[in-house]
């Protein structure tokens, strides 16, 4: 088998990869792609798209529910489960073929296959066992992302304990549901069951739900969850679980340390994730993995010359769109680009799609105090702005968090409808390394949700309008 030479292969088509790819290719690089499954990776085909995809029918039914309260009426909502996944999947199907698209349009070659390193910079790819390729490349980029993480003592059966991705396909929504994990899947997947009619319990070993958020952006999650319906466990473990011919048997370690048998009809664990290191040839050619995920330098460089790591293979924050410019730092680093800068992850936004909806990036409260920081905040409802209230939706806070000694905007943390798309804002402030006084100084148009970030800017130095 004769082996093919590039510049640059790219171990995994996920967002890191194909990202990766593109601005290679466009660098002037003869590159390649090698992708065991699905082009756009786990976010596509399985994670960020296709769960928006469900997460919008869901929305659309609650709307529905509720179409008096908007002077409409649509007779009783109902829903087909079967046309729900039927949509999301056409949804990831439809990006799917638009990455392949954009891997030929860049002259990218595309290998189908799993890929291993024989030498640092040789990549063997083999298919259903039988080898298919030998390619070697001055760099090759490892991209190959995470799975879902089990215990063992919690281990997924595909049939009445779920992970993620049987979580995405349901045949029907289930009676009683438990969710194992309160981080940013565990509560989509609650909220979204939630509102098709499970009775959904949510067990958390960390005291709070979204234990990464903000400690007041957590507390007003959990009392709008609640008042949904869910029903909230935090600082409670799963000790066992037993799945059976009808459901599955939980026991549940709970505050006061007893543990009780309950029964539910299907699991979903969100326990977290893990790199996928396994049959790449890292150990063989020296590259050094730490607890599931591969090290690396700021650019993306592991131990190893020639050899890179991107995106969730390399650990948290497991985001789609940390993966893709983390592709894109390493391969301008490859191609000696001027100017190129490492990623600050502080300027990383987070979101999860629940409904209420939840944003962050940079510090929290606790943790800015934490540092050292001398701290001035700001807060702005959503029930003091007038476009929330217009859309009915009037539910969630606006918080903003600043260094008192310089103004530098230390954090901002939301929730509430669109805050996911309102988040951005203060992502380029950051970058920007902005001050309140030019937040305080921009123009937000009116009405809009934005104007609540400029409030609480105001707020925070005491200068707020409406409240």
Not at 96 to 111: A, E, I, M, P, R
Not at 205 to 215: H, K
Not at 307 to 336: F, M, N, Q, R, Y
């Amino acid at each position: 088998m004769a082996e093919q030479s590039f510049d640059t292969i790219i171990i995994g088509g996920g967002p890191g990869g194909y990202v990766a790819a593109i601005r290679a290719a466009q660098l002037g690089m003869k590159t390649a792609v090698v992708e065991r499954e699905h082009l756009g990776g786990i976010c596509l085909n399985w994670g960020c798209i296709p769960t928006k995809a469900l997460l919008r029918s869901a929305e659309v039914y609650h709307l529905m529910q509720h179409a008096d309260s908007f002077g409409l009426s649509a007779g009783k909502p109902d829903f087909d489960m079967t046309k729900i996944v039927a949509r999301s999947r056409g949804v990831a199907k439809q990006l799917n073929q638009g990455v392949g698209h954009l891997l030929k349009k860049n002259s990218v070659t595309v290998f189908e296959g799993e890929a291993s390193l024989t030498a640092a910079t040789k990549v063997s790819i083999s298919k259903d066992g039988k080898a298919v390729a030998t390619l070697s490349a001055k760099n090759v980029i490892l991209a190959t992302g995470a799975r879902a993480r089990e215990l063992p003592h919690l281990k997924a059966d595909g049939k009445n304990i779920w992970t993620y991705k049987h979580a995405m396909t349901p045949d029907a929504v289930p009676g009683k549901l438990l969710v194992v994990g309160s981080g940013a899947i565990g509560i989509e997947f609650a909220s979204f069951f939630n509102d098709f009619g499970s009775k959904v319990t949510v067990v958390e070993v960390m005291d709070r739900v979204l234990p990464v958020e903000d400690a007041e952006i957590s507390a007003m999650a959990e009392k709008s969850f609640k008042k949904q319906g869910m029903d909230i466990r935090t600082s409670t473990t799963v000790e066992a679980l037993k799945s059976g011919e009808v459901g599955v048997l939980a026991d549940i370690k709970g505050k006061d340390g007893k543990v009780t048998q309950e029964r539910f009809d299907k699991v979903i664990l969100a326990i977290g994730i893990t790199g996928n290191v396994e049959g790449l040839g890292l150990e063989a050619v020296g590259v050094k993995v730490d607890r599931g995920h591969v090290v690396t330098d700021k650019w993306g460089q592991t131990g190893v010359a020639g050899v890179w790591a991107i995106g969730d293979l390399t650990g948290a924050p497991w985001l789609a769109h940390k993966a893709s410019h983390e592709g894109v730092i390493a391969v301008e680093k490859i191609a000696g680009e001027k100017d190129v800068h490492a990623l600050d992850k502080g300027n990383i936004p987070g979101c999860t799609y629940c409904r209420p909806q939840v944003a962050s990036v940079g510090l929290t409260e606790a943790a800015a105090k934490e540092a050292g920081y001398k701290v001035k905040v700001g807060r702005f409802p959503f029930i003091g702005n007038g476009k929330a209230i217009a859309l009915g939706d009037a539910e969630g806070m606006v918080k903003t968090v600043f260094d008192d000694k310089t103004g530098e905007l230390l954090g901002a943390h939301m929730i509430g409808a669109e805050v996911t798309e309102l988040i951005q804002g203060y992502v380029v402030a950051r970058g920007m390394e902005t001050t309140e006084l030019e937040l305080m100084n921009t123009v937000f148009p009116h009405p809009t949700l934005s104007e609540m970030m400029h409030e609480s800017v105001l707020d925070a130095y005491g200068r707020v309008i409406h409240i």
